[in-house]
């Protein structure tokens, strides 16, 4: 279970923004994977009035129909896994919910039927499922956006016009990630065959995507990479959940907790990147982005979930002394942030825009995190390899 602090649930405390919206077409969904996260997406589509959620998927017997029993989801379809639903539906769209290593098989098996797909994050596990992934996007015409809704953030839109608007001039130099001091979760989110990736997917990708997406996705060249387990594997620090003891957990652990990198990308910028779930430390640094004009400080608390945790400061100069100005935080107005990464899906299957988070880009958050685990494998500094898509 992802760590309940992350707020997302939350989010749907926060007024819903009344919009007109044209109901004449409404959209056939079905959800696969009724975990956890699939929560946040049936809540949203129960309150799009041009949605309708015809059918939901999950592996385990009975799951998708208590699911939809406990929000009230009347007249759905059911099916064991996301190859019947797909093969008996006629669908616009599907949320992709499952576990990391049950990411890319659904989305393909989604896109060669002609369905777009909204995908919750990471991406993959792997940069070769993303590129296989993306094969089937290309070939299909359909929409594919990968579930990051800190891109929904106002603060986070303010880190790419802050960059944009040349305040910092070129970027050389960036650090980022962090961490909780004991975070880790549990049920699918510790084994290799269902995580996959640990911190460095569960958190890891939102902190790479912060930075990546304000500088516009460079494409990473090579990595040195290195995850440990120290606190998921130890009983004293596993975290026990409904099945499990603490003891049970720390022997099921088989992915990291804790991940760093050293990242070079194109235009010749570094990056400079640490994760983690569990550690004896409350932090290890905010993120900060150099230019040679200017620098931007984001304060460190939830930077790992993509969240900007309070106010910025800009280092720069000013009449030729050195100055620094305060970007205070901005309210997120309206819907909460997951609801608008939905509308946003929804409205893009609608009335055909591009993909609100596209695959092309979240491909690179994939090679490096996919890059860290392999170099970390072999002990020093590797050539990220993307193939042709
Ligand atoms: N965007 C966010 O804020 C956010 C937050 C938490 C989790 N997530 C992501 O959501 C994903 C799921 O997380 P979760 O906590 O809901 O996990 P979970 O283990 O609670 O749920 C996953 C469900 O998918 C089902 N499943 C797996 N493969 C399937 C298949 N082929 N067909 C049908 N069902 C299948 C499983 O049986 C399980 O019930 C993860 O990739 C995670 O990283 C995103």
Not at 15 to 28: F, L
Not at 352 to 378: F, H, M, R, T, W
Request: hydrophobic content about 40%; glycine content about 10%.
């Amino acid at each position: 279970m992802a760590n309940k602090s992350d707020a997302v649930l939350s989010q749907f405390t926060q007024q819903v923004e009344e919009e007109a919206v044209d109901t004449s077409r409404k959209i056939k969904v079905g959800i696969i994977g009724t975990g956890w996260i699939a929560e946040s997406h049936i809540l949203c589509y129960k309150n799009m009035p041009d949605v309708e959620v015809v059918a939901a998927a999950d592996l385990i017997p009975g799951k998708a129909e208590a699911f939809m029993k406990k929000f009230g989801v009347d007249g759905v379809r059911f099916y064991p896994d996301h190859k019947s639903m797909l093969d008996n539906e006629e669908l616009d769209a599907v949320s992709v919910c499952t576990y990391n290593t049950q990411h890319a098989a659904p989305t393909i098996y989604a896109l060669n039927k002609g369905v777009n797909v909204l995908l919750e994050k990471p991406f993959t596990v792997t940069t070769e499922e993303a590129v296989e992934v993306m094969r089937a996007e290309k070939k299909s015409g359909k929409i594919l956006s990968i579930g990051f809704q800190p891109r929904m953030d106002e603060n986070m839109k303010m880190i790419k016009k802050i960059v944009e608007s040349g305040e910092l001039g070129e970027i050389y130099y960036i650090q980022t990630g962090g961490g909780r001091r004991r975070g880790i979760p549990n049920s699918t989110f510790i084994e290799k065959s269902t995580g996959g990736i640990g911190a460095l997917g569960d958190i890891g990708c939102y902190s790479l995507d912060m930075v990546l997406n304000a500088i516009g996705y460079p494409k990473p060249l090579t990595v040195s990479g290195y995850t440990s387990n120290f606190f998921g594997t130890n009983p004293l620090y596993a975290t026990p959940d409904a099945h499990h003891t603490a003891a049970e957990n720390a022997a099921r652990f088989s992915v990291d907790d804790f991940a760093a990198a050293f990242i070079r990308l194109e235009g010749g910028i570094i990056l400079d990147f640490r994760i983690s779930w569990a550690m004896h430390l409350d932090t290890p640094g905010d993120t900060v982005i150099l230019g040679k004009k200017g620098a931007l400080r984001i304060p460190s608390t939830d930077c790992w979930n993509g969240t900007v945790g309070g106010p910025m400061t800009l280092y720069h100069d000013l009449a030729g002394e050195r100055a620094q100005t305060t970007v205070p935080i901005i309210e997120n107005k309206g819907a909460g942030l997951f609801e608008k990464k939905i509308r946003s899906f929804v409205d893009a299957v609608k009335y055909g825009l591009p993909a609100p988070v596209p695959s092309s880009q979240i491909l690179y958050n994939q090679a490096i995190i996919d890059g860290i685990c392999k170099s970390a494998e072999v002990g020093h500094e590797i050539q990220i390899e993307i193939p042709e898509i």
